[in-house]
C-alpha cells in the first residue's frame, strides 16, 4: 500500500490479501480497482483471484441458465440501450407467442440442460396472461426444474402470485443511469426487488448496461447496491450498441474491460452470494470469474433479429463449451444460485 497525496492506494498484494482475509471494499477501494488499466498486471492479478473465489464457493461449476420471450413489442418504458424500445423504432408491431409454444420452447431448454428457465416479457405485456402461461410451462416441466421470471416492475400482491405460479426466482436490475437513460424511477425498481424478495422469490441482478460513458464512480456504486440486497448473483454486462440508436454513438467497452468489472464485482460482493455473471458470453469473462451465463431464444432486447437464435443469442451447448474452453466444469442438474 502507498501513500499518493494522502491517500492510501491499493496494490496487487493489498487487493489479494484484503480479499482472502474476507476484508469489505469500499467505495474509495472499488474505484481504484477500475481505474487500474484492463491490460494491467494488477488487473490480471484481480481477475485471477476472482477466478478462484468464484471456483471455490461452487466446487467449480458453473452455471448456464436459458432464457426465451413471451412477445416482442414496442415498450413505452422506453430504455434507450433496448431493441424494444418505442422510442428505437427497430420492433414497431407486437407478436406473442401461444401457451403451446412457450411449452415447447421451456422443454427443448429443459432437455437440453439448463440449470433455470427464465420467462422473459417486455414491460407492457398483460400480467394475467404472463401468470397464465407460466402456470401452463410450469405445470409441464420436471417438478425439479427451476422458473425465474424476467419482467417489468411488479406490486408485492403481484410478487405473491408469480411465487404462486411455481417462479423461485426473478431477474431485477436497478440499471445503471436508471431514469435518465430509461424512463423508469430507479426507486421503482429498488421497490420491486423489495417486493420480489418479500414474497419469497431470490432475485439475480448485474452491473449493467455498462458502456464507456460510465464512471468508475458509478459503477463502484452500483456493485456496492448489487451486492447490499444479496442477490442470488451479481456481475457485469456491456451494453451492446444497437446500430441506429442514440446510445450508439458513445460505442462499447471491450470484453476485456467488461471481464475486469465482472472481477472487481466478485471480490467486492460478499462470499454468501455464490454467482458472478457476465452477459454476453465470453471466455474472458469466465477467466474474470463469471461463473453464471445465458442462452437464449425469441426476442432479445440486445438483438435486431426477431429470433436471437439468428442473431446474437448463444445455445446452452455453446455456452457451456465457452466454460469448458475456460477449464470451467458446468453444473448438471438444477441451478444452486436460486437453490434452498
Known sequence: ???????????????????????????????????????????????????????????????????????????PRNCLFCSFAETNGIFNQETQITPEEAVSNARQLEAEGANAIFLMTTANYPFGHFL?????????????????ANVGDQSLANAFKMKEAGFVGVYHALRLREGTDTGIPP????????????????????VEPLGPEHTNEEIAEMILYTGSINPAYSGAARRIAIKGTELAKNGMISELRMSQIVAVTRLS???????????????????????????????????????????????????????QESNCGVLDGPSHFYGP
Open 1 to 75: 500500500m502507498i501513500c499518493q497525496k494522502g491517500l492510501y492506494i491499493l496494490q496487487a498484494e493489498d487487493i489479494i490479501k484484503k480479499s482472502r482475509d474476507g476484508g469489505v471494499f469500499s467505495k474509495e477501494e472499488i474505484v481504484q480497482c477500475l481505474k487500474y488499466p484492463p491490460h494491467s498486471a494488477v488487473t490480471y492479478r484481480i481477475m485471477a483471484e476472482a477466478n478462484r473465489i468464484s471456483r471455490e464457493l461452487t466446487g467449480n461449476r458453473a452455471e448456464v441458465h436459458a432464457q426465451f420471450s413471451l412477445n416482442l413489442a414496442p415498450c
Open 132 to 148: 397464465e402461461i407460466s402456470q401452463e410451462v410450469k405445470k409441464n416441466l420436471k417438478p425439479q426444474t427451476i422458473l425465474i
Open 187 to 206: 426507486e421503482r425498481r429498488r421497490e420491486s426487488i423489495r417486493n420480489f424478495q418479500e414474497a419469497g422469490l431470490k432475485v439475480g441482478t448485474c
Open 269 to 323: 460482493i460478499p462470499r454468501t452470494v455464490l454467482g458472478n455473471c457476465t452477459h454476453e458470453p465470453c471466455t474472458l469473462g469466465a477467466i474474470a470469474g463469471a461463473n453464471l451465463f445465458w442462452a437464449e431464444m425469441g426476442a432479445n432486447p440486445r438483438d435486431t433479429a426477431e429470433r436471437t437464435e439468428t442473431g446474437r443469442g448463444h445455445t446452452i451447448a455453446g455456452c457451456r463449451t465457452l466454460f
